[in-house]
């Protein structure tokens, strides 16, 4: 299994932007699809943005497509989240995830994912 410990989260006016970061360790990191989920207060964690092992394949949610970015650097065990436009909805505790689930085509269900970082909290106001 990897462990991930998430970043950059914080406060920022709607209509701004936050790059999320999440750094791996462990073996094989190349190997695992990644994702971030998100969890809103009294809500269910939900499903944001997944890429598979090499990058080539990304998914979103319906929320933040065209607004948010997940991208993947292999040689830094690094996992990225490019929020921008974000809104008050997005306010939320980011988790990133990794799955050894999946090949060509990344997991988006939260079962899929057996490793989970703590948390990175982002507050949009307005």
């Known amino acids: 299994q990897v462990q991930l410990v998430e970043s950059g989260g914080g406060l920022v006016q709607a209509g701004g932007s936050l790059r999320l970061s999440c750094a791996a360790s462990g073996r094989s990191f190349s190997t695992y699809a990644m994702a971030w989920f998100r969890q809103a207060p009294g809500k269910e964690r939900e499903f944001v943005a997944a890429?598979?092992?090499?990058?080539?394949?990304?998914a979103y949610v319906d929320s933040v497509k065209g607004r948010f970015t997940i991208s993947r650097d292999n040689a830094k065990n690094l996992v990225y989240l490019q929020m921008n436009s974000l809104k008050l909805e997005d306010t939320a505790v980011y988790y990133c995830?990794?799955?050894?689930?999946?090949?060509?085509?990344?997991?988006?269900?939260?079962?899929?994912?057996?490793?989970w970082g703590h948390g990175t909290q982002v507050t949009v106001f307005s």
């Open positions: 995830a990794a799955s050894n689930t999946g090949w060509d085509v990344p997991p988006t269900g939260a079962e899929r994912f057996s490793s």
């Open positions: 890429i598979n092992w090499g990058g080539g394949y990304t």
